[in-house]
């Protein structure tokens, strides 16, 4: 069975400064793996997602995750915050194709302060 | 905005009662999800459906049932309510135009008192 763990339930952080969110998973076959934003009272919001290729992966407002097999991990990383991205933050993996359910891991809290 | 609505979107209601959750998409999307969310867990699978009328269980299933008789409705039952399901549950939707990216709605706020 596939298992996710998001090691930071919190991370504070300056504006502006770099922040990493990090994920590890467990899993016996190949995955697909996700990081999902959640904005307060809000659904969750795909932020960006790895199915293949290349193990750098980025999303349209800055952040960046990269694929690492021989350490089952999917760290998320931004170089500079900003307020905005205060959020909850959620990795998680499937294991093959459309219709396979997702594993959460049980979330960080990003907080950044002015 | 992935298609999904999800009705009602906050609920009170009475340990002991039946509550019925609404979750309709226009994406035609062949999968359908049920998740509750609460904090520490992330996101757990209750049920999940596969085309209409065919469902299946998933992580925390019990003291719910789902139903899907149409392609665009999915519908979560909690047939007698309590209060350790008080949470916020999330409808989801996938299918071959989506790839292989689960799409959620906005969620539904359900306190049973």
């Known amino acids: ?114 | 905005d992935a298609g999904i609505t999800q009705s009602p979107r906050h609920k009170v209601t009475e340990t002991g009662t039946p509550v019925t959750l609404r979750c309709h998409q226009t994406e035609n999307h062949r999968y359908m999800y049920w998740y509750r969310q609460d904090p520490g867990h992330g996101l757990r699978l209750i049920h999940y459906s596969y085309g209409v009328k065919d469902t299946d269980k998933g992580e925390v299933s019990d003291g719910y049932s789902v139903s899907r008789s149409k392609t665009e409705d999915f519908l979560l039952t909690l047939e007698s309510a309590t209060s350790s399901q008080t949470s916020v549950y999330f409808c989801a939707i996938s299918g071959t135009s989506s790839g292989n990216t689960i799409y959620f709605g906005e969620g539904s706020w359900l306190t049973v008192v």
């Open chain 1, 1 to 114: 069975a596939q298992s996710v763990t998001q090691l930071d339930s919190q991370v504070p952080v300056f504006e502006e400064a770099p922040v990493e969110l990090r994920c590890n998973y467990s899993s016996s076959v190949s995955v697909y793996l996700f990081w999902y934003v959640q904005y307060p009272n809000q659904g969750l919001q795909l932020l960006l997602k790895y199915l293949s290729g290349s193990t750098l992966v980025k999303s349209i407002n800055g952040f960046e995750a990269e694929f690492n097999k021989s350490q089952t991990s999917f760290h998320l990383r931004k170089p500079s915050v900003h307020i905005s991205d205060t959020a909850e933050y959620f990795c998680a993996v499937s294991e093959g194709d459309a219709g396979n359910m997702l594993t959460f891991g049980g979330g960080t809290r990003l907080m950044v302060k002015p």
